[in-house]
């Protein structure tokens, strides 16, 4: 540990905050002896000393929940191993219900927490009083209650991290201003402070509010938002204990937590107030700003109403603090794609107390072993684009996020902020056509087509939407006749150079070395064989390929491929998304279609499955792969972008006779689930291989490279997979599969659903989820099972198959 201001360390950890704390205690732990912490003012005063202290773990992903449970753990021993007081209570939580629609979100809940390992419980308004007796249930239809949750001081609990993190060898310095970074050809060199520079392999910016404006300094795209957060605390209200649970009252916007013998009450308003000022002001620390008593009326008045006490009970202190919210609800780790070792942790939309724990293992086992503890795809920084360096379009969305904190949990529910943003050239000819659009990383990708006399919105429910039969027919229509999909919203990329053949045979674990012409699906893994990307590669010449990925994965898969580049090769990565548009053109009658304004030959002979060809449609130059995603006969065509209205205009009309279709994305998503499809970052990823996931035909283990999780998969091979990903199906038409129902194989439970939805050529629901069994799980093993999902808290029998539902031996793929 350093008592002198180093000039040199391993990693630097940049803010005093719970964050950086905790990072700097998971490093020093984990046996890392040079790590220094800089904090610009004093230990916890940005926004980690106004926190409220509630820690919940239940998230939609495993792997977070995963990770708010190492905090959990973490909190529950810190204060004996580190001799400082936590204030940490393992009091549980609520949450109240006062709705129907309330409540099937809850018991959705409850199998969440089941497939991930929390035992969560449904309880009664009576039941519920008995835990929190000041609260008035008359609205109330249900509670549930988790009772491994807690509450935490937070300036403590920090204060114990920082303690932890000096007995372990580590060095904090206060009072120590970060003003730039040394960054040599993309590598980060040494952090450059008000006391010197600190050349350094690694370090991490955990500055909360203050994170977005560090990162511009190292030309890093941090996409936050400061935004003030309210909360009182009052005097003491009799009938409350140390032990009372954390409560939180969604319908109403608010939330509860005992402190002191009183209420810290505060709550999450459909109009939050940005904090515009820029750059933040130097001498903010340990700051609040004034009461906006207008604007808490809405919360305190609801507030009041669950809790009648608080009509008359005197306020002890008005917090008014600002923290960092981000679009989607949740905060940012990870590598910055623009700068190697150059690590952020930020963004917690008030989770900071909750994830604080968990995010520093994360980072510090990021660091240290060059990847994640686990697939972290959800709160990974390369699941934004370059358009998110906008400031204003990070506040219109970011804001948008903070006030979706109690939103109902709809299925399929779409943000709205900032829409419409990024559009396809055809674009308004499916608005013309009735598409009611999604929001997919700022496109608008056509969900569904209302037909004449239906409005193209989305009417929220947790039973069968409104869209459900109009989907349905799309889904025929690519099944019986012809579908047309605008897919424009696909990342795609050139690969070029003399060494792009062998960059990618090392990257991919499928043989990308065919002649040019010839497509290849493959996988590009980690080390231990897990799934980084999923993609598509189409080789156009000795040194050209194209590659096309998923269309929230241009960051991510981009920053893989560049990062497992050599500096010296031959080999440069574009992105061309914006210069060409996609339709997609699927059906058994796709061909006919096709050849009515296609030049060339587009038959079976001389246009293979898995070639691509450039050909011209309508006279334009068009890149066609024939290539699915939706388990019929058909063709990609990646069209220059100034001729995508041309060559849609003319497909249209030459399908006219077939009964062409315009088609969205609810349409493929029930398509791929009859053929069993999986999609990157639900149902394969980083914790799985390809091996696991039934992908094992993608891989070239005869190839004559040494590819990346080679040496994994060969390991693999040689013992029973723990996991094998299979397909089920349920009888009952009422019951609707979303993800996340639990898996039971003789009345244990094995597993979850990873995606789910309806298809509507089998008449069933289905569900892809993996099957866990720590001896092994073989064909014989699955086949032999009794299998029960748990649906909305309730289980119902189910029928496991190892093949697709739709077409098993690809008949119609290549007909």
């Given at each position: 540990m350093a008592t002198s201001f180093p000039d040199q360390t391993r990693v630097v950890v940049i803010g005093g905050g719970i964050i950086g704390c905790s990072t700097a205690y998971h490093l020093a732990k984990a046996g890392c002896d040079e790590v220094v912490l800089l904090e610009r003012k004093k230990l916890t005063s940005g926004s980690t000393w106004h926190a409220a202290g509630v820690v919940g773990q239940l998230r939609s992903s495993a792997n977070i929940t995963r990770l708010l449970?190492?905090?959990?753990?973490?909190?529950?021993?810190?204060?004996?191993?580190?001799?400082?007081?936590?204030?940490?209570?393992?009091?549980?939580?609520?949450?109240?219900?006062?709705s129907k629609d309330r409540r099937i979100?809850?018991?959705?809940?409850?199998?969440?927490?089941?497939?991930?390992?929390?035992?969560?419980?449904?309880?009664?308004?009576?039941?519920?009083?008995?835990?929190?007796?000041?609260?008035?249930?008359?609205?109330?239809?249900c509670a549930i209650y988790l009772p491994s949750d807690g509450v935490a001081s937070p300036s403590d609990l920090t204060m114990a991290l920082a303690k932890g993190a000096r007995m372990n060898g580590a060095s904090i310095f206060e009072e120590t201003k970060v003003t730039g970074f040394n960054i040599r050809e993309g590598r980060l060199e040494g952090v450059k402070t008000d006391k010197g520079e600190i050349s350094c392999e690694a370090a991490v910016i955990a500055t909360g509010i203050w994170s977005r404006a560090l990162g511009k300094l190292a030309g890093v795209n941090i996409p936050i938002q400061p935004s003030h957060h309210h909360y009182i605390v009052t005097d003491r209200i009799e009938g409350l204990t140390p032990n009372t649970p954390a409560m939180r009252d969604p319908d109403k916007l608010t939330y509860f937590k005992e402190e002191i013998g009183g209420l810290i009450t505060g709550g999450y308003?459909?109009?939050?107030?940005?904090?515009?000022?820029?750059?933040?002001?130097?001498?903010?620390e340990f700051k609040l700003f004034p009461e906006e008593i207008e604007h808490f009326e809405q919360l305190m008045l609801p507030a009041i109403e669950r809790i009648p006490a608080l009509e008359s009970v005197g306020v002890k202190q008005w917090f008014n603090g600002l923290e960092a919210f981000t679009e989607d609800t949740m905060f940012i780790l990870g590598?910055?794609?623009?700068?190697?070792?150059?690590?952020?942790?930020?963004?917690?939309?008030?989770?900071?107390?909750?994830?604080?724990?968990?995010?520093?293992?994360?980072?510090?086992?990021?660091?240290?072993?060059?990847?994640?503890?686990?697939?972290?795809?959800?709160?990974?920084?390369?699941r934004f684009s370059d358009f998110h360096r906008s400031d204003e379009r990070v506040a219109v969305r970011a804001l948008e996020g903070q006030a979706h904190h109690y939103v109902?949990?709809?299925?399929?529910?779409?943000?709205q902020a900032g829409r419409p943003f990024r559009r396809s050239p055809v674009y308004e000819r499916l608005a013309a056509n009735r598409a009611c659009f999604g929001n997919k990383t700022g496109w608008e990708r056509p969900n569904w087509f209302a037909p004449r006399g239906v409005e193209p919105k989305d009417e929220y429910s947790f039973g069968r939407a409104n869209w459900f039969a109009h989907v349905g027919e799309e889904h025929r229509a690519a099944r019986e006749a012809v579908a047309l999909f605008d897919m424009s919203y696909f990342s795609k990329f050139a690969f070029l150079g003399r060494d792009a053949e062998a960059v990618l045979q090392r990257i991919c674990s499928g043989n990308v070395g065919k002649e040019p012409g010839r497509v290849t699906y493959t996988q590009m893994l980690n080390e231990r064989g897990g799934i980084e990307c999923d993609l598509t590669v189409a080789r156009l010449s000795e040194n050209a390929y194209y590659i096309v990925t998923g269309t929230a994965f241009a960051t991510h898969d981009s920053s893989h491929i560049r990062r497992h580049t050599p500096e010296d090769a031959d080999a440069a990565l574009i992105d061309v998304t914006?210069?060409?548009?996609?339709?997609?053109?699927?059906?058994?009658?796709?061909?006919?279609?096709l050849s009515r304004v296609a030049e060339g030959d587009i038959g079976n002979d001389g246009f293979p499955f898995g070639h691509v060809r450039e050909i011209f449609v309508a006279g334009a130059p068009v890149r066609a792969i024939r290539i699915t995603f939706v388990g019929e006969l058909g063709w990609e065509l990646h069209i220059p972008s100034e001729y995508m209205v041309t060559v849609y205009d003319a497909l249209k009309g030459a399908g006219a006779e077939?009964?062409?279709?315009?088609?969205?994305?609810?349409a493929i998503d029930s398509l791929r689930l009859e053929k069993g499809y999986r999609v990157w970052a639900a149902d394969i990823g980083p914790d799985y291989t390809p091996l696991e996931a039934g992908l094992g035909f993608t891989v070239s283990f005869k190839k004559n490279v040494d590819f990346i999780g080679r040496d994994a998969l060969v390991r693999q091979r040689e013992a029973p997979l723990t996991k094998r990903l299979a397909i089920f199906t349920v009888d009952d038409p009422e019951m609707i599969l979303l993800g996340r129902e639990t898996i039971y194989r003789e009345g244990k439970r094995v597993g979850w659903l990873t995606s789910a939805g309806h298809g509507y050529t089998v008449g069933k629901d289905i569900g892809l989820g993996y099957v866990r069994d720590d001896g092994g799980v073989t064909d014989d093993?699955?086949?032999s099972g009794n299998y029960e999902l748990e649906v909305a808290d309730r289980r119902v029998p189910a029928t496991l198959h190892l093949a697709p539902l739709y077409d098993p031996e690809n008949k119609k793929v290549r007909g």
């Amino acid at each position: 540990m350093a008592t002198s201001f180093p000039d040199q360390t391993r990693v630097v950890v940049i803010g005093g905050g719970i964050i950086g704390c905790s990072t700097a205690y998971h490093l020093a732990k984990a046996g890392c002896d040079e790590v220094v912490l800089l904090e610009r003012k004093k230990l916890t005063s940005g926004s980690t000393w106004h926190a409220a202290g509630v820690v919940g773990q239940l998230r939609s992903s495993a792997n977070i929940t995963r990770l708010l449970g190492h905090s959990v753990a973490l909190y529950a021993a810190l204060e004996e191993e580190t001799g400082q007081a936590t204030g940490w209570r393992a009091s549980g939580s609520l949450r109240l219900a006062c709705s129907k629609d309330r409540r099937i979100e809850y018991q959705r809940a409850i199998t969440t927490a089941r497939s991930f390992g929390l035992e969560m419980e449904l309880l009664t308004p009576a039941e519920a009083k008995g835990l929190f007796p000041v609260m008035n249930v008359d609205d109330l239809d249900c509670a549930i209650y988790l009772p491994s949750d807690g509450v935490a001081s937070p300036s403590d609990l920090t204060m114990a991290l920082a303690k932890g993190a000096r007995m372990n060898g580590a060095s904090i310095f206060e009072e120590t201003k970060v003003t730039g970074f040394n960054i040599r050809e993309g590598r980060l060199e040494g952090v450059k402070t008000d006391k010197g520079e600190i050349s350094c392999e690694a370090a991490v910016i955990a500055t909360g509010i203050w994170s977005r404006a560090l990162g511009k300094l190292a030309g890093v795209n941090i996409p936050i938002q400061p935004s003030h957060h309210h909360y009182i605390v009052t005097d003491r209200i009799e009938g409350l204990t140390p032990n009372t649970p954390a409560m939180r009252d969604p319908d109403k916007l608010t939330y509860f937590k005992e402190e002191i013998g009183g209420l810290i009450t505060g709550g999450y308003e459909f109009n939050p107030i940005p904090y515009r000022e820029s750059p933040i002001p130097e001498d903010h620390e340990f700051k609040l700003f004034p009461e906006e008593i207008e604007h808490f009326e809405q919360l305190m008045l609801p507030a009041i109403e669950r809790i009648p006490a608080l009509e008359s009970v005197g306020v002890k202190q008005w917090f008014n603090g600002l923290e960092a919210f981000t679009e989607d609800t949740m905060f940012i780790l990870g590598e910055a794609p623009e700068v190697r070792g150059l690590f952020v942790g930020c963004g917690f939309n008030s989770m900071g107390i909750a994830s604080g724990g968990g995010a520093g293992m994360a980072l510090a086992s990021w660091i240290l072993e060059g990847e994640p503890p686990y697939d972290l795809w959800a709160v990974d920084i390369r699941r934004f684009s370059d358009f998110h360096r906008s400031d204003e379009r990070v506040a219109v969305r970011a804001l948008e996020g903070q006030a979706h904190h109690y939103v109902m949990g709809w299925p399929h529910y779409e943000m709205q902020a900032g829409r419409p943003f990024r559009r396809s050239p055809v674009y308004e000819r499916l608005a013309a056509n009735r598409a009611c659009f999604g929001n997919k990383t700022g496109w608008e990708r056509p969900n569904w087509f209302a037909p004449r006399g239906v409005e193209p919105k989305d009417e929220y429910s947790f039973g069968r939407a409104n869209w459900f039969a109009h989907v349905g027919e799309e889904h025929r229509a690519a099944r019986e006749a012809v579908a047309l999909f605008d897919m424009s919203y696909f990342s795609k990329f050139a690969f070029l150079g003399r060494d792009a053949e062998a960059v990618l045979q090392r990257i991919c674990s499928g043989n990308v070395g065919k002649e040019p012409g010839r497509v290849t699906y493959t996988q590009m893994l980690n080390e231990r064989g897990g799934i980084e990307c999923d993609l598509t590669v189409a080789r156009l010449s000795e040194n050209a390929y194209y590659i096309v990925t998923g269309t929230a994965f241009a960051t991510h898969d981009s920053s893989h491929i560049r990062r497992h580049t050599p500096e010296d090769a031959d080999a440069a990565l574009i992105d061309v998304t914006s210069a060409h548009g996609t339709l997609a053109l699927m059906g058994p009658k796709a061909r006919d279609v096709l050849s009515r304004v296609a030049e060339g030959d587009i038959g079976n002979d001389g246009f293979p499955f898995g070639h691509v060809r450039e050909i011209f449609v309508a006279g334009a130059p068009v890149r066609a792969i024939r290539i699915t995603f939706v388990g019929e006969l058909g063709w990609e065509l990646h069209i220059p972008s100034e001729y995508m209205v041309t060559v849609y205009d003319a497909l249209k009309g030459a399908g006219a006779e077939f009964g062409i279709k315009d088609a969205g994305y609810r349409a493929i998503d029930s398509l791929r689930l009859e053929k069993g499809y999986r999609v990157w970052a639900a149902d394969i990823g980083p914790d799985y291989t390809p091996l696991e996931a039934g992908l094992g035909f993608t891989v070239s283990f005869k190839k004559n490279v040494d590819f990346i999780g080679r040496d994994a998969l060969v390991r693999q091979r040689e013992a029973p997979l723990t996991k094998r990903l299979a397909i089920f199906t349920v009888d009952d038409p009422e019951m609707i599969l979303l993800g996340r129902e639990t898996i039971y194989r003789e009345g244990k439970r094995v597993g979850w659903l990873t995606s789910a939805g309806h298809g509507y050529t089998v008449g069933k629901d289905i569900g892809l989820g993996y099957v866990r069994d720590d001896g092994g799980v073989t064909d014989d093993d699955l086949a032999s099972g009794n299998y029960e999902l748990e649906v909305a808290d309730r289980r119902v029998p189910a029928t496991l198959h190892l093949a697709p539902l739709y077409d098993p031996e690809n008949k119609k793929v290549r007909g």
